[in-house]
């Protein structure tokens, strides 16, 4: 860049990155209108005691007016529809504990207050899409032109989320999806940002990057493929074998499968081809059951799975098989030992103690894909003055999650949306893992 170039860049940066940033003097958000970005709130009263300074905060201070009652203003509402049931309930209903999770809180909490000081109460409806298509989009449009919602966080899977996703775009809604295709957040026809529609699920693109670093230190040549036949399997296999083949290794052999397949022919395409490695792209309990059809017939054979299968319940069907398989996961499925100084330590722990203590199981990360989701919605809402129209709070939820999620820390990864890019991730939101002794084990670069 030449000197002129660089001056602008970083004047940009300050104005469009600093938000809800830690400094000295407070915690700072620059924008165009406002190059100073503190309140008041950024001190603390003092008063000097001994020659020192002491905090001295108003409910201390004599004769100080009571604080005036809390103004309530409208209830505002959160359409979440996750697969509870249906082939995708795998994962919906890990994200369904979540909804019912944050619920509680809020119910508990009277809701959130704006910034103008008046409280709101929010109320999150919990509905199902069936993992259907048809279902999904009636639910959706329920939520949007009957229970007049703010924003919907819906759709566990691909097919069920594109669907939604064209709902929430018809409507001018905000939707954040729980699925992790790019298709979703992308306009077919012109490759841009779909405006209104966003997702928190790190995407199958930066798996295949990953994929493509450990075959590379594997020393393989050729691979394997086997996915569902399903939206989201499709999606692994084309990002997978398109970043793979342009590495240069060969695709010897790819097939697919159904999710509720119990006996798999293909393996036998698998033995016949001779390849270096096998990926598999799917979710439980198809991933699990081919993994021990591929142990099988091929025991020594490297087996690499997508983010689709970390969770606990993939061990749990796949046994013994499931030893050896790596995989690129988040890492809030070992948040106990996470570092403490990780920027996703405090959400990871805050997530972990929340569901465990909940629902008595393991953490999920499909979980997590609807608690960034919700956080993010929430975070907005606590943004919005009172007395907006329904339509001038769902374009303030839009605009706030597109300009005011920056370097934040959720379950998945530490996002940045901008217009340009309503998902907010880089492969490195990923830990590479290695199931042994049917765990979960961090195996880093250094170690391959």
Same mark, same amino acid.
């Given at each position: 860049?030449?000197?002129? /170039?660089?001056?602008?860049?970083?004047?940009?940066?300050?104005?469009?990155?600093?938000?809800?940033?830690?400094?000295?003097? $407070?915690?700072?958000?620059?924008?165009? *209108?406002?190059?100073?970005?503190?309140?008041?709130?950024?001190?603390?009263?003092?008063?000097?005691?001994?020659?020192?300074?002491?905090?001295?905060?108003?409910?201390?201070?004599?004769? +100080?007016?009571?604080?005036?009652?809390?103004?309530?203003?409208?209830?505002? !509402?959160?359409?979440?529809?996750?697969?509870?049931?249906?082939?995708?309930?795998?994962?919906?209903?890990?994200?369904?504990?979540?909804?019912?999770?944050?619920?509680?809180?809020?119910?508990?909490?009277?809701?959130?207050?704006?910034?103008?000081?008046?409280?709101?109460?929010?109320?999150?409806?919990?509905? *199902?899409?069936?993992?259907?298509?048809?279902? @999904?989009?009636?639910?959706?449009?329920?939520?949007?032109?009957? *229970?007049?919602?703010?924003?919907?966080?819906?759709?566990?899977?691909?097919?069920?989320?594109?669907?939604?996703? /064209?709902?929430?775009?018809?409507?001018?809604?905000?939707?954040?999806?729980?699925?992790?295709?790019?298709?979703?957040?992308?306009?077919?026809?012109?490759? +841009?940002?779909?405006?209104?529609?966003?997702?928190?699920?790190?995407?199958?693109?930066?798996?295949?990057?990953?994929?493509?670093?450990? =075959?590379?230190?594997?020393?393989?040549?050729?691979? #394997?493929?086997?996915?569902?036949?399903?939206?989201?399997?499709?999606? #692994?296999?084309?990002?997978?074998?398109? +970043?793979?083949?342009? @590495?240069?290794?060969?695709?010897?052999?790819?097939?697919?499968?159904?999710?509720? *397949?119990?006996?798999?022919?293909?393996?036998?395409?698998?033995?016949? +081809?001779?390849?270096?490695?096998?990926?598999?792209?799917?979710?439980?309990?198809?991933?699990?059951?081919?993994?021990?059809?591929?142990?099988?017939?091929?025991? &020594?054979?490297?087996?690499?799975?997508? %983010?689709?299968? #970390?969770?606990?319940?993939?061990?749990?069907?796949?046994?013994?098989? @499931? &030893?050896?398989?790596?995989?690129? #996961?988040?890492?809030?499925?070992?948040?106990?030992?996470?570092?403490?100084?990780?920027?996703? !330590?405090?959400?990871?722990?805050?997530?972990? /103690? @929340?569901?465990?203590?909940?629902? $008595?199981?393991?953490?999920?990360?499909?979980?997590?894909?609807?608690?960034?989701?919700?956080?993010?919605?929430?975070?907005?809402?606590?943004?919005?003055?009172?007395? =907006?129209?329904?339509?001038?709070?769902?374009?303030?939820?839009?605009?706030?999650?597109?300009?005011?999620?920056?370097?934040?820390?959720?379950?998945?990864?530490?996002?940045?949306?901008?217009? &340009?890019? %309503?998902?907010?991730?880089?492969?490195?939101?990923?830990?590479?893992? !290695?199931?042994?002794?049917?765990?979960?084990?961090?195996?880093?670069?250094? /170690?391959?």
């Amino acid at each position: 860049m030449t000197l002129d /170039e660089q001056r602008a860049a970083v004047r940009d940066y300050i104005e469009t990155n600093i938000v809800n940033w830690p400094g000295t003097a $407070g915690v700072f958000t620059i924008t165009p *209108d406002d190059h100073y970005g503190l309140t008041y709130e950024s001190f603390t009263w003092f008063k000097i005691e001994g020659g020192a300074f002491v905090p001295f905060p108003r409910d201390e201070w004599a004769g +100080a007016p009571a604080p005036a009652p809390a103004v309530e203003g409208v209830a505002y !509402k959160i359409g979440f529809a996750p697969g509870v049931t249906g082939g995708g309930s795998f994962l919906g209903e890990p994200e369904r504990n979540v909804a019912e999770i944050i619920a509680a809180r809020l119910e508990e909490a009277g809701g959130i207050v704006g910034p103008d000081g008046v409280s709101h109460k929010v109320e999150i409806l919990i509905g *199902d899409t069936e993992t259907n298509p048809d279902v @999904a989009v009636s639910v959706a449009r329920r939520y949007i032109e009957e *229970d007049e919602v703010v924003a919907v966080v819906a759709g566990s899977v691909t097919p069920i989320s594109l669907a939604i996703a /064209e709902v929430a775009e018809e409507a001018k809604v905000p939707y954040v999806s729980m699925a992790s295709s790019l298709a979703i957040i992308t306009d077919p026809d012109t490759g +841009a940002m779909r405006p209104w529609v966003f997702k928190t699920p790190q995407s199958n693109g930066d798996v295949a990057q990953w994929q493509v670093e450990r =075959l590379t230190a594997l020393g393989a040549t050729s691979v #394997c493929y086997l996915y569902e036949n399903t939206g989201y399997g499709k999606d #692994c296999f084309k990002n997978s074998s398109g +970043a793979l083949e342009a @590495a240069g290794f060969e695709t010897s052999y790819s097939d697919s499968f159904e999710r509720t *397949d119990t006996e798999f022919p293909q393996v036998s395409g698998v033995q016949a +081809a001779g390849c270096d490695v096998v990926v598999v792209g799917a979710i439980p309990p198809g991933a699990s059951l081919v993994t021990i059809a591929l142990r099988d017939a091929l025991p &020594d054979i490297p087996i690499i799975h997508g %983010h689709g299968v #970390c969770t606990e319940d993939f061990i749990g069907t796949a046994g013994a098989a @499931a &030893d050896g398989v790596e995989l690129p #996961c988040s890492a809030v499925i070992i948040a106990e030992d996470v570092p403490a100084d990780d920027p996703q !330590k405090e959400v990871f722990t805050e997530f972990y /103690e @929340a569901y465990t203590e909940y629902t $008595g199981e393991p953490v999920s990360t499909f979980g997590g894909h609807g608690w960034d989701g919700l956080m993010w919605v929430i975070e907005a809402l606590e943004s919005l003055e009172d007395g =907006l129209t329904l339509d001038e709070q769902r374009a303030a939820v839009r605009d706030y999650i597109e300009t005011n999620i920056v370097n934040w820390p959720g379950t998945a990864g530490v996002f940045t949306i901008t217009p &340009d890019d %309503h998902y907010g991730l880089t492969y490195e939101s990923f830990t590479w893992f !290695k199931v042994e002794g049917g765990a979960f084990v961090p195996f880093p670069r250094d /170690e391959w």
